[in-house]
């Protein structure tokens, strides 16, 4: 079970100190929301913020391009340090060459899908990436309240995953907190993003227990590692 607390969700004028307080906190991945205000209405961060992060942080960066042109970013983001980088599936034709390149350039290869797009569109791309990012909002903000619907297709990726031997993670991102994500990891989610419920908090290594926790004991998997009597 991988916690990734979310950058996007944190003080804008500390960024080096609440990327330390979330390593502190516990977190496994460092989740970076990138926004180019064309794929999305917002725009966040670019590669220089990941690039002086780099070296004062040891968590997974987990760089997630909600970008129209993620052609002219994945080198960027790659030599600033990203280990794992998204694209989204929306992006059509043009996916294929996008994860071999992300693959190239030595980054794990994650791919995301938004709200209204069917899982479906994902199919043909699961045997060449490392993980999926299922989007529990609409992209673009932070704070949204999760969308149910969404449950489903994390079940679908798992069923896909076990059926074909598949090793990729399932990544969930949008509303998790702690109740959420113990319905996500429930059907098989075993990567949780989460901004708001994370970074909001004074408390953020209680918050980050208290869901891997709540997530540890929702998964498929939790009756297996329960000791064996004796
Ligand atoms: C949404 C981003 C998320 C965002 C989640 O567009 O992709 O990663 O940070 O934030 P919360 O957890 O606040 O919904
Ligand atoms: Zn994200």
């Given at each position: ?183 996500c990891a429930r059907v098989g989610a ?41």
């Amino acid at each position: 079970m991988i916690i990734a607390p979310s950058l996007l969700a944190c003080d804008y004028r500390h960024f080096a100190k609440e990327a330390l307080r979330a390593q502190k906190a516990g977190g496994d991945w460092l989740h970076l929301d990138i926004m180019d205000g064309h794929f999305v209405e917002n725009i966040s961060f670019g590669p220089e913020v990941v690039r002086v992060l780099r070296p004062l942080s040891k968590m997974f960066f987990d760089v997630h391009l909600m970008c129209s042109k993620p052609e002219i970013l994945l080198e960027p983001f790659a030599k600033a340090g990203a280990d794992n980088i998204t694209v989204h599936v929306e992006l059509g034709e043009r996916v294929t060459p996008l994860l071999w390149k992300i693959r190239a350039l030595g980054c794990k290869v994650g791919l995301a899908i938004n709200p209204p797009t069917a899982i479906a569109h994902a199919e043909p791309f699961l045997s060449q990436i490392d993980l999926l990012l299922i989007m529990t909002v609409n992209p673009g903000f932070g704070g949204q309240p999760f969308i149910h619907e969404m449950l489903p297709k994390i079940q679908q990726a798992a069923a896909w995953r076990r059926e074909r031997g598949l090793g990729y993670r399932i990544e969930v991102d949008g509303g998790i907190n702690r109740d959420t994500a113990a319905e996500c990891a429930r059907v098989g989610a075993d990567t949780f993003v989460s901004g708001t419920a994370l970074f909001g908090q004074r408390q953020m290594k209680r918050a980050v227990e208290t869901m891997r926790k709540a997530v540890t004991a929702a998964a498929p998997m939790a009756k297996h590692r329960e000791p064996a009597m004796c």
